[in-house]
């Protein structure tokens, strides 16, 4: 190893140095899972956490009035067993998104008032809807090939690997809208253009959440409830009963056949434990310093699956006053960066909320721009959706995900052609005593809360039969 | 910036930090050319290497009989400018790369014997040739279109970054053969399959180096000559008159308006400066702490241009034997794990040298077993090349690039689809006092040693220019 370098050592020699059982990096809900079902199974486990906060990629930001809206990841839906029992478990309940009354879709440039349409496709052409439906039939049936274990095996694997989402829908969807509707809704589960990940990513992750309907859907769909005083509330209680050490980021890992020895920026400064699990995206475990290093496959995973781009924006208003014109506060454009707005209110209708996603080309191109001009995009769009109305809100909040340090981006990590047939099966395989956990790592609801749920339960009973520990899990 | 974190200070309070003018990271080509240039126009420059020795991606390695070879970046050929009027300024020499005799070629599975070729392509059957020719050519047309300063205005810029070379090729080239060719090629120049790279990166790419036949070519091309003593030597000869730390990886850079703090591991612990060059691939900014984070699109850009996978084996002979049954040892496969061989031996011929590259899926599959394996996978395949005298080999060598944490793959840093359109200018553009150098940056000859050298004087301008300094380089 004539490239690794012995650092600084910040605590002097004959310090004595903390010991535990686990050490868990990152205390988004992946890695606090992941601790729970270790501390269940009684089995000690250290979270080091590099920001001030718990949560990672959930966020809850409260208003002056007490109003709680969701900055980060924030729905859950039927299917997703394992976040719901979770959530029963700990006792947190959920309640549905608002969905009453007619979504609004703008489907071309020249239109000028959006069309009201339920299901999000219905008053398209009849050549739209033919060809969307024949399109989503086509994905479905190749989706249901992709084995969620192990996507590389699937029988069409390097074909569809080999090309972009956006390859895919140029050779075999026809009429133009219907072209934008299928990038629209790569983009709403990606956060990325269709150009920017493998069509076998796609289809893997359709059948890992249940196919389209289900991914994109509200009522039955992966957007149906919220999580009762904001998602980030899931990590807050978990994180009350397990140790975990804020301001802590992860430099440097030694490891070996013995254990780990962890460095962080944190008091101390360094822990020796028997056994690692990290629950950061891969692009974020590429960007500590391994000893040693991972090499080859390991390493290039973390260089092959970037994170997308999102900036989640809050409109607030005094009231949910489209909802007295039947309307859901769902819409979606297919022409404008400012693509898809949910009726984000909380619970009591006490005030109205839009949630407005900037997202893919239009949150790296709106990212560097002033806030106040980014909110005067964000108030027009709504302007174009509701009316007039929509000038009149009454405050704003946005998160830019990409500015994140220890997220990278959001909402997950994506595999770019070529990643899952050549490096698909480092994505999970335990190096030693390291272990991976994280949304990325998942094979069901791969990239939601469910997926990050599932991966922490799974590295946990990985780490628990290496370290010969009885779980009652 | 909730997430910003304040490290332990390494030094205590009260010590005088090291000050200079220009602080320059990587001591590679680009690095070095760089501070090289400022130190001309009398503006003093530190250089901080991770490595305990300069040259990055370039590394000698001296046989016990004096034999030099070279375990990184090797090649010059005409038209690499501004890399030969550095060789000259410092006085190093080139000699050609061994050329004469046959070249050859397994193009099939089922094939038993190579085939003698020239130029690469004789002796394939008539279709196969048109195909190649016709491919070629729109290729060529379609790279001279494309601006290498800004390669997202080319007119069809979405189209070619909307999808990977392999759909490029599995929909215009008709025959098998064609297609495998093709792809030896995008795997030889950017070690890494056709799946893995934008088709406008591609040809941005051959416009940057000037065309296929200039790229590929050994006589007249990029492989035409080696530099005497190795090619790390044009960075240790330059590293003689620069102040030049090793061991010193940059661990975070604080920057604002005044200038830079660069904090690593070397001697002192940190340095400041007016002005920063990162010679980085994009890929390794990512992990450096930047405080204020660099955020948007260029955090986005360093998630996305991942590293080629290579490792670079050199096969030892007590003579170039191949040389008598008049055949040049350059020997390509388009089927066979290690595909690419050439004629490595030292001016003298004392001893005969095969390079054999492993390259792209062959490197990420062949760098997890043992080297033995590998030296005898190799040796195989000089074997089914050269005929049972292969296997009289008295020494083997090799390097794996995926496994350089200083380096994260060779030879450099790729576009996947979408990163051009979406990312390209965050390439070069300045960050208030940090610039960017690097081949992965250069315009013309990106990816080569010309391109680095082009990258660090452009960046050392740009700092010249900043800082006020009268330039007379």
Redo the contacts between chains.
């Keep these: 190893m ?4 012995t ?2 050592s ?1 605590s002097g020699y004959g310090d004595t140095m903390e010991e535990t059982r686990v050490v868990v990096i990152g205390a988004g809900i992946s890695g606090l899972t992941a601790a729970r079902r270790l501390a269940q199974s009684g089995c000690e486990a250290v979270v080091l956490e ?4 718990v949560g990672g990629r959930t966020l809850n930001h409260t208003f002056e009035d007490g109003t709680v809206v969701e900055m980060g990841g924030q729905w859950v839906g039927p299917t997703q067993d394992r976040v719901l029992a979770l959530l029963d478990e700990i006792g947190l309940g959920t309640f549905p998104t608002y969905n009453d009354g007619m979504d609004l879709l703008v489907a071309r440039s020249s239109q000028t008032r959006p069309k009201k349409v339920k299901g999000q496709r219905m008053m398209m052409a009849p050549q739209v809807l033919i060809d969307l439906g024949v399109a989503q039939q086509r994905l479905h049936r190749m989706a249901r090939t992709v084995p969620l274990m192990e996507p590389w095996t699937a029988a069409r694997a390097a074909e569809w ?4 989402a ?2 895919w829908l ?1 050779r075999n969807v026809r009429t133009r809208v219907a072209r934008d509707f299928l990038r629209l809704m790569v983009t709403s589960v990606f956060s ?5 990940v493998s069509l076998l990513h796609l289809l893997f992750y359709c059948h890992s959440g249940g196919l389209w309907d289900r991914l994109l859907g509200t009522a039955n769909g992966a957007q149906q409830d919220r999580i009762m005083g904001g998602s980030q509330s899931l990590s807050i209680r978990m994180a009350e009963t397990i140790d975990v050490r804020l ?1 802590s ?1 992860v ?1 440097r890992v030694d490891h070996d056949d013995t254990g780990v020895t962890v460095h962080h ?1 944190g008091a101390g ?1 360094k822990i020796r434990a028997q056994a690692l699990v990290s629950a950061l995206p891969p ?1 974020l475990t ?2 500590i ?1 391994w000893n040693p ?1 991972l ?3 390991r ?2 995973l973390t ?2 699956v ?2 997308g ?1 999102v900036i989640k924006t809050m409109t607030v208003y005094d009231e949910p006053w489209w909802r007295a014109d039947e309307l859901s506060g769902q819409a979606f454009s297919l022409v404008d960066p400012v693509s898809v707005v949910f009726d984000n209110s909380p619970p009591d209708s006490s005030r109205g909320v839009l949630l407005a996603f900037i997202e893919g ?1 239009a949150a ?1 191109d709106l ?2 721009i002033p806030m106040h001009e980014r909110r005067e995009v964000v108030t027009r769009q709504l302007q174009r959706f509701f009316g007039d109305r929509a000038l009149r809100s009454i405050d704003y909040v946005e998160q ?1 995900w ?5 997220s ?2 959001c909402y997950s990590g994506r595999m ?4 899952w ?3 698909g099966p480092a994505l999970r395989q335990p190096i030693g005593r390291l272990h991976w956990a994280g949304t990325e790592t998942a094979d069901v609801w791969n990239g939601y809360f469910d997926g990050a749920v599932r991966a922490g339960e799974r590295a946990a009973t990985e780490v628990a039969v290496m370290l010969g520990i009885e779980s009652d899990a």
Tied chains: 1, 2.
């Design positions: 004539p490239d690794s370098v650092l600084v910040l590099a920001r001030d906060r690997d080999g090309q972009t956006e390859s140029r990325c253009e269709a150009t920017d301001a980021p430099r920026d400064g692009m590429g960007r310093g290093g090499g080859g496959q390493e290039q260089q092959n970037p994170m781009a080309r790296r990212g560097p830019d990409c500015q994140e340090e220890w990278g981006g770019t052609p070529g990643v047939t050549q490096l």
